[in-house]
Nanobody, 123 residues
Framework: QVQLVESGGGLVQAGGSLRLSCAAS????????MGWFRQAPGKARELVAA????????YHADPVKGRFTISRDTAKNTVYLQMNSLKPADTAVYYC????????????????WGQGTQVTISS
């Protein structure tokens, strides 16, 4: 089993920044991919960014390219999402997730989920 705990959400003004953290524990992660998803009210959960644990290869969805950056600290078993130039449209609950696949971009491909952290951007 894998346990994921997110932190770092909050309320910021448009144009501001936040950094989300996801601390992982349990099974080893050498063959995992980690992802950040978000879900706004009334909308489907969507992938924001993903990272392959072993290589550090990353994927960022088009709406956040150039503004968000996913990274990981293998010593701390922690994944980060640095969010800059935030917009009201980024308001959502953000979830950390893990998969045993080395790369995954579909929600259904992720096996483990955190509890979520609220990010609210005011205009």
């Amino acid at each position: 089993q894998v346990q994921l705990v997110e932190s770092g959400g909050g309320l910021v003004q448009a144009g501001g920044s936040l950094r989300l953290s996801c601390a992982a524990s349990g099974r080893t992660f050498s063959s995992y991919a980690m992802g950040w998803f978000r879900q706004a009210p009334g909308k489907a959960r969507e992938l924001v960014a993903a990272i392959t644990w072993a290589t550090g290869d990353t994927y960022h969805a088009d709406p956040v390219k150039g503004r968000f950056t996913i990274s990981r600290d293998t010593a701390k078993n922690t994944v980060y999402l640095q969010m800059n130039s935030l917009k009201p449209a980024d308001t959502a609950v953000y979830y950390c997730a893990a998969t045993m696949r080395p790369r995954a971009i579909k929600t259904s491909e992720y096996d483990y989920w955190g509890q979520g952290t609220q990010v609210t951007i005011s205009s």
